[in-house]
């Protein structure tokens, strides 16, 4: 299914896949100038977020009538293989090409939606490859979840948070969460970025 986000970027959402245990869910995307049979398109991957994720949003694209036209279509990594297509979805559209190349540096995106109850989707790029933290804390600076602790190739990324941490349940109120791009051979980030969301139960 693909719906407008209050900005008018498309959001893909789609569900677990009833029979293949996937580790990853891959996103593809494809631009036309003219609406086309799906099948007929090549299509490149945009991005690829964790099997707990089941919708990501498209910033490279906005969504306005009589312009292109951009398809989608998700499928289940299991780290081998990629399981079989979800159905094609589209809309009309207008393609940022810049914004869909690599990524030239590194940002991180407000979550959405935001106030949240009970996930939110925290939206990351990565202009090189790198090591990357996403770190959540409460307003006093405690740490409350390590989302990502690992080697990022260059590329976009969405990580969903949810307000349920191990068996506690977090409080309503304000969270901060950081990006921290480190550089190779160096024990501090050549990049921090922080954000605040709300969870409102």
């Not at 996403?134 to 390590?146: I, M, R």
């Not at 191990?166 to 501090?188: F, K, W």
């Amino acid at each position: 299914m693909l719906i407008p986000t209050s900005t008018n970027h498309p959001r893909l959402i789609w569900g677990p896949h009833p029979t293949f245990n996937a580790t990853n869910y891959r996103i593809y995307r494809a631009v036309s100038n003219y609406p086309v049979k799906p099948i007929t398109l090549n299509y490149t991957r945009i991005a690829t977020v964790s099997s707990s994720t089941f919708d990501y949003i498209d910033y490279a694209v906005t969504i306005l009538p009589g312009s292109q036209y951009a398809y989608y279509y998700v499928v289940g990594w299991n780290g081998t293989t990629e399981s079989d297509k979800t159905n094609y979805v589209n809309t009309p559209a207008e393609f940022h090409k810049a914004k869909a190349d690599t990524p030239e540096e590194n940002n991180v995106y407000q979550n959405y939606p935001n106030p949240f109850n009970p996930t939110t989707n925290i939206h990351f790029s990565i202009g090189n490859g790198k090591f990357v933290t996403l770190k959540v804390y409460d307003v006093l600076g405690n740490e409350v979840a390590t989302l990502v602790n690992e080697w990022k190739e260059a590329g976009s990324y969405e990580i969903t948070f949810k307000s349920t941490v191990g068996n506690r349940q977090l409080a309503n109120g304000v969270y901060i969460y950081r990006l921290m791009v480190y550089p190779a051979n160096s024990g501090t980030g050549d990049f921090v970025y922080t954000k605040k969301m709300l969870l409102l139960k």
